[in-house]
C-alpha cells in the first residue's frame, strides 16, 4: 500500500451511516489506495430503521446526535494532517452546510459523496412529496449544498449528469465511484465439493438458509431483495411471477418497505402458490441466499432515477456467479452488453418481457444451455470503486497544480 501526499489524503468525516455498503465500500477503496488518514465517525443512525424514510423523530435525534458529537469530532480533525481533503460519507449532504466553511478554514477541500438525490428520490421517485410548494425548499437545500463541495462523489455517470444538469453545476466537479461488491460477496461451494475446485467460499448453503428456503423443494429460485420502493419496480415483479405459474419455479421476495401493504394485499388476495415472501434478512446471510438462487433480480421501475442507477445488488450478484436480470438504462446497457451471459436487460415496467427472460434463463439452465455467469476477474476489479477512487485522488492532487 502506498502513502498518498497530503493534497489527496482524506479524512472520512460526519456522522455518516457505516450500515450502508456504499459507506464501507468507498471507506475500504481510499484505504486500499493508501490515501485514508483517518476516520472521524459520529455513530448516530444505528437505531434507525433502514426499510423506509426514516420519521422526523429519528431524523431529529440524529441531528441532535450529531450536533452533541461535533466538538470532539473537530478536535479530531484538527489533528490530522495539514491539507488532508475532508469527504463527507452518505449521508453527508446534511452536515456539509457547516463543514464547508470549517474546511475553508482549515484550508481543506471537501468531498462529498451525493450517492442519492434528496429531491429527485422524494418529490419524484417516491412520491412522498407532491406539493412544489413542500418540495421547492428541498430543491434549494440540495443545489446549495452540492455547490459547497469541491468535488462531488456519484455512484453512475448518468447521476453525475442528472446533478450537473438539474442544479446548474460544472460537470468536472464530479467524480464517478462504483458501488461495487464486498469481499464476502463470493461463489459458494458445497464443502463436499470444497476439495475439488480452487474457487469460492466452502459454506453449507442449504443448512444455512434451511430456515428461510425449504431445502427439500427442488424448484428453482427467482430472488429479488431489496427495500420495496417504487424504484425496485415490485408491482412489474409480481405480475410477472403471475404470468410463470406453469414454470415450475419458486419467486423470493425479500424486503420492507413502502410498498408492502399493497405486497400484503396481492399475496392475500390471490393464489400465489409460486411467491414466498420474506420480511428481513440480515446482511451477513445475503451471500448464502444469493447462493441457492437459479436468477437473481435487479430494478424495473419506470422512473427517470431508475434508469440512472445500478444498485449494489447487481454488483454483489454478479460477483457470485449469478445470472441477473434488470431493467434496460443508459447505466447499464453498456454492461450488459459486454457481459451478456451475466446480465440480461428488459423494457422498464414491462412483466411479459421480464416473464419470458426468468422463462429462457430457468429452461436454458434446467437444459444446459446456459453458460455460466462468472464475469471474469478483471471485469470484477473494473466494476469495483477503485477505478473511481483513484481518479479522486488524482482531481484533489489537481487542484495544488498551478494554473498555465
Request: proline share 7%; net charge negative.
Amino acid at each position: 500500500m502506498t502513502t498518498a501526499p497530503a493534497s489527496s489524503s482524506l479524512v472520512a468525516f460526519g456522522g455518516y451511516d457505516t450500515r450502508k455498503p456504499r459507506v464501507r465500500l468507498l471507506i475500504d477503496a481510499i484505504r486500499r489506495a493508501g490515501a485514508l488518514e483517518g476516520e472521524i465517525l459520529i455513530p448516530a443512525w444505528e437505531e434507525v430503521a433502514q426499510t423506509n424514510v426514516p420519521s422526523r423523530f429519528a431524523v431529529l435525534k440524529v441531528l441532535l446526535k450529531i450536533a452533541l458529537g461535533y466538538p470532539r469530532a473537530l478536535l479530531a480533525l484538527s489533528r490530522t494532517k495539514t491539507g488532508a481533503a475532508i469527504v463527507l460519507p452518505y449521508p453527508g449532504i446534511i452536515e456539509i452546510t457547516l463543514m464547508a466553511p470549517i474546511a475553508r478554514l482549515m484550508g481543506r477541500k471537501i468531498v462529498l459523496d451525493a450517492f442519492l438525490p434528496i429531491y429527485d428520490t422524494i418529490a419524484g421517485d417516491r412520491a412522498l412529496v407532491k406539493s412544489k410548494v413542500l418540495s421547492a425548499p428541498i430543491w434549494w437545500f440540495e443545489k446549495v449544498a452540492l455547490s459547497l463541495a469541491d468535488v462531488i462523489l456519484v455512484d453512475t455517470d448518468q447521476h453525475g449528469e442528472y446533478f450537473a444538469r438539474e442544479f446548474s453545476i460544472s460537470a468536472e466537479r464530479f467524480v464517478t465511484v462504483l458501488v461495487g461488491a464486498e469481499e464476502n460477496f463470493t461463489p459458494l461451494i458445497a464443502p463436499s465439493a470444497a476439495g475439488d475446485t480452487g474457487d469460492g467460499a466452502a459454506v453449507d448453503v442449504l443448512a444455512d438458509t434451511s430456515d428461510l428456503l425449504d431445502p427439500d423443494d427442488p424448484r428453482p429460485i427467482i430472488l429479488f431483495y431489496g427495500q420495496l420502493i417504487p424504484l425496485h419496480g415490485l408491482p412489474t415483479i409480481l405480475a410477472a411471477a403471475r404470468l410463470t405459474k406453469q414454470l415450475d419455479a419458486r419467486w423470493v421476495i425479500v424486503g420492507k418497505g413502502q410498498l408492502e401493504p399493497m405486497l400484503r394485499e396481492e399475496l392475500a388476495s390471490a393464489d400465489d402458490s409460486n411467491i414466498q415472501w420474506i420480511e428481513w434478512v440480515d446482511y451477513e446471510r445475503l451471500p448464502a441466499l444469493i447462493s441457492r438462487a437459479a436468477v437473481c433480480l435487479g430494478v424495473f421501475g419506470a422512473s427517470d432515477k431508475a434508469s440512472r442507477v445500478i444498485p449494489n445488488k447487481l454488483f454483489q450478484q454478479a460477483a457470485m456467479g449469478k445470472l441477473v436480470i434488470t431493467r434496460a438504462s443508459p447505466a447499464v446497457d453498456s454492461l450488459a452488453a459486454r457481459f451478456p451471459d451475466a446480465l440480461r436487460t428488459v423494457p422498464a415496467d414491462n412483466p411479459q418481457a421480464l416473464a419470458d427472460a426468468v422463462a429462457s434463463a430457468v429452461s436454458g439452465a434446467a437444459s444446459g444451455t446456459q453458460k455460466a455467469a462468472s464475469l471474469p476477474e478483471a471485469a470484477l476489479r473494473e466494476l469495483s470503486p477503485d477505478a473511481g477512487v483513484a481518479n479522486l485522488l488524482e482531481r484533489l492532487a489537481g487542484f495544488d497544480k498551478p494554473e498555465r
